[in-house]
T-cell receptor, first 113, second 115 residues
């Protein structure tokens, strides 16, 4: 059973471009969580999704950020018009049910130049 | 709201010495608590978790943590440090009072092990 798969592992974008981060949860997991880790900081919760539904997006910036978890395919975290402050590691975690242990992917490291 | 404070952003120990990483939490109801380890350029791996059962929790790689309600603490210990323990360690508390996830993380403690 493969773990949580995130791609790409590293992503470089110029200011103003769009960044698209993908997360394939573990097999059988229908709950996905996105976290952001800034340098020298812990992980900050961004959004919690179930298949086709956003359950909690209280940690998402109001503008430029969006997330989806379609019925088929991976979860996508989209950042439009990236700025240097978006440079961070973005981690995805998945769990089989609500309120169970979550398993983390290896992260996508976004660098905005 | 729940929060976690990790005391000491960087801890250095000698190989074979005791490892003690401190974590204090704030929660209005009994929390679920976790310790994760992160190796360079890797994701987070769960070391152990407290979910209101035994207050002394044993995890992987010889680590354990004790939940102390009176001190609102959940410190991580290991009797004898190994070079391979060098990593970043994160304490986390469940964000919602009713379960494990999503999680609120501390800022992390970087553990260095000196030969």
């Amino acid at each position: 059973n493969a773990g949580v798969m995130q791609n790409p592992r590293h992503l470089v974008r110029r200011r103003g471009q769009e960044a698209r981060l993908r997360c394939s949860p573990m097999k059988g997991h229908s709950h996905v969580y996105w976290y952001r880790q800034l340098p020298e900081e812990g992980l900050k919760f961004m959004v919690y999704l179930q298949k086709e539904n956003i359950i909690d997006e209280s940690g998402m910036p109001k503008e430029r950020f969006s997330a989806e978890f379609p019925k088929e395919g991976p979860s996508i975290l989209r950042i439009q018009q990236v700025v240097r402050g978006d440079s961070a590691a973005y981690f995805c975690a998945s769990s089989p049910r609500e309120f169970t242990e979550a398993f983390f992917g290896q992260g996508t490291r976004l660098t905005v130049v | 709201a729940q929060s976690v404070t990790q005391l000491g952003s960087h801890v250095s120990v000698s190989e074979g010495a005791l490892v003690l990483l401190r974590c204090n939490y704030s929660s209005s109801v009994p929390p679920y608590l976790f310790w994760y380890v992160q190796y360079p350029n890797q994701g987070l791996q769960l070391l152990l978790k407290y979910t209101s059962a035994a207050t002394l929790v044993k995890g992987i790689n010889g680590f354990e943590a004790e939940f102390k309600k009176s001190e609102t603490s959940f410190h991580l210990t290991k009797p004898s440090a190994h070079m391979s323990d060098a990593a970043e360690y994160f304490c986390a508390v469940s964000r919602f009072n009713s379960g494990n996830t999503p999680l609120v993380f501390g800022k992390g403690t970087r553990l260095s092990v000196i030969a």
